[in-house]
């Protein structure tokens, strides 16, 4: 509590004096961006998005790395329709 008491007042300070913002700071969220190093941050697992075009009836997949994986057309036709209806 009396952190934030002082660290309210510390800004306010800062204001009263006109002084410009520390960099990074004077985004539209008003805070600034932390980024966690490579290695420290989770590896997002891989997943692979389908979806069959109701006009042509073409089935086709690309995983969140932006590739085209190998699947026959009955597993990318299950994975749209798992898709579709939300399982």
Same mark, same amino acid.
């Given at each position: 509590?009396?952190?934030?008491?002082?660290?309210?007042?510390?800004? =306010?300070?800062?204001?009263?004096? !006109?002084?410009?913002?520390?960099?990074?700071?004077?985004?539209?969220?008003?805070?600034?961006?932390?980024?966690?190093?490579?290695?420290?941050?989770?590896?997002?697992?891989?997943?692979?998005?389908?979806?069959?075009?109701? !006009?042509? =009836?073409?089935?086709?997949?690309?995983?969140?790395? =932006?590739?085209?994986? !190998?699947?026959? !057309?009955?597993?990318?036709?299950?994975?749209?329709?798992?898709?579709?209806? =939300?399982?």
């Amino acid at each position: 509590m009396v952190l934030l008491v002082l660290l309210a007042g510390a800004i =306010g300070a800062w204001w009263a004096l !006109d002084r410009p913002l520390p960099a990074g700071w004077g985004e539209e969220n008003g805070l600034p961006e932390l980024r966690l190093p490579e290695f420290m941050r989770a590896a997002e697992p891989e997943r692979i998005y389908c979806a069959e075009s109701p !006009d042509t =009836g073409r089935c086709s997949c690309i995983t969140s790395t =932006g590739e085209r994986p !190998d699947l026959g !057309d009955e597993e990318c036709r299950r994975r749209a329709r798992e898709a579709a209806t =939300g399982q």
